[in-house]
């Protein structure tokens, strides 16, 4: 599809993308040239990284320098042959992870070299582990000290994990995204209902 300006309506595998340098390349299914992904683009979508092999949707524009993206419209990510990331998370959670509700949190830090970071979901004070493959299952190559997040989260055998990361603008469309303390309870009691249901 195109529209009188010359922009085009592509849907593409991620070739690669760097967010230190602050671009990428998405790999032009129609055969022709790659199509440049910026990352000022990418955050207008809501998203710091995307991960190698995810599926972006965007309109893409024609500018002296070749393709370029001009808004990311959807990111799915990369396809899985339906096994768990890592083995904290069994196959039955993996299914089902539609069935978790979808949190708002923010990343208090994430080390790719380690693999690993944490965030917090607003209202609750616990550290929520997010293991660089699950991550990368979920469509991200990276996260950035503050970045708003939605997770699907769990209890794992050493503390609460994130079993899912969604972007935040995702997260926002979800109606059982929940924003702080629930109405009507108490906040300990919201937060012993929280890791009840986390942990189901």
Known sequence: MTDDDGMKLVSGRV?????TKGYGFILNADGGPDILLHANVLRNFGRSSVADQ?????????TTR????????EIEPPESDG?????DLDSEVV?????????????????????FGFANIFGHPDDVF???????????????????????VVEGPRGLMA?????????????????GPLAGHEPEQ??????????E
């Open 15 to 19: 070739k690669w993308f760097d967010p």
């Open 66 to 73: 070749g393709l370029q993206a001009s808004e990311v419209l």
């Open 190 to 199: 919201d937060q012993d209902d929280f890791l009840a249901h986390v942990a």
């Open 95 to 115: 299914e089902n992870l539609d069935a978790l509700p979808l949190r708002p949190a923010r990343v208090k830090w994430f080390d790719k070299g380690k693999g």
């Open 130 to 152: 997010i293991h660089i493959e699950v991550l990368r299952h979920s469509g991200f190559s990276d996260l950035a000290i503050g970045e708003a997040i939605g997770m699907r």
């Open 83 to 87: 096994t768990p990331p890592i083995a």
């Open 54 to 62: 995810s599926r972006v949707t965007a309109w893409v524009q024609p």
């Open 163 to 179: 079993a899912q990361i969604t972007s935040w603008d995702r997260g926002g469309e979800e109606s059982e995204l929940a924003l």
